[in-house]
T-cell receptor, first 112, second 112 residues
């Protein structure tokens, strides 16, 4: 049982480059989320999805895009990377929310 | 809007001493509250949750938390700290759309 799998674990981007952070879950969860974690700031919600084909913005969506074509996958796209996007990104999923989330191990992104 | 506030970004205790990490919530409706732990370079792991029912909630690794409506608090405790408890701890509350809103985190240091 893999849970939530994120790739890559580490990445260095140059300003203006683009990339996709991958997230896959094998628990058949409808709800999926992308958070970014910055020191002293806790986790901030970027985007979330309540099911395949349905996505919505969170607290800090600017500079990011998502898609949800299948239940399993929820990729996060960064267009025109900026230094402000240097962060650790976590993907999470849940069946009901009240059971708590299952988190991936994170992607550490540095934009230089 | 529902939110949580964690008091103290850093807490230091001696091994064997009581651990007390503070969390206060703001909510106009009965809240669903969670504590997560993050070990270095890892994702978040659910420690315990309060949804309904008993106000004293027991979690993994000997941690527990008590929901106190009169004090709008959900403090995390452990009677005797162990070196392996050193980590960052996050309080969180469920908001609309099964979204988790996190506190800013408390770094726990355990000293010999």
């Amino acid at each position: 049982n893999a849970g939530v799998t994120q790739t890559p674990k580490f990445r260095i981007l140059k300003i203006g480059q683009s990339m996709t952070l991958q997230c896959t879950q094998d628990m058949n969860h409808n709800y999926m989320y992308w958070y970014r974690q910055d020191p002293g700031m806790g986790l901030k919600l970027i985007y979330y999805s309540v099911g395949a084909g349905i996505t919505d913005k969170g607290e800090v969506p600017n500079g990011y895009n998502v898609s949800r074509s299948t239940t399993e996958d929820f990729p996060l796209r960064l267009e025109l990377a900026a230094p402000s996007q240097t962060s650790v990104y976590f993907c999470a999923s849940t069946a009901t929310g009240f059971d708590g989330y299952t988190f991936g191990s994170g992607t550490r992104l540095t934009v230089v | 809007a529902q939110s949580v506030t964690q008091l103290g970004s850093h807490v230091s205790v001696s091994e064997g001493a009581l651990v007390l990490l503070r969390c206060n919530y703001s909510s106009s409706v009965p809240p669903y509250l969670f504590w997560y732990v993050q070990y270095p370079n890892q994702g978040l792991q659910l420690l315990l949750k309060y949804t309904t029912g008993a106000t004293l909630v027991k979690g993994i690794n000997g941690f527990e938390a008590e929901f106190k409506k009169s004090e709008t608090s959900f403090h995390l405790t452990k009677p005797s700290a162990h070196m392996s408890d050193a980590a960052e701890y996050f309080c969180a509350v469920i908001t609309g759309g099964n979204k988790l809103t996190f506190g800013t985190g408390t770094q726990l240091k355990v000293e010999l």
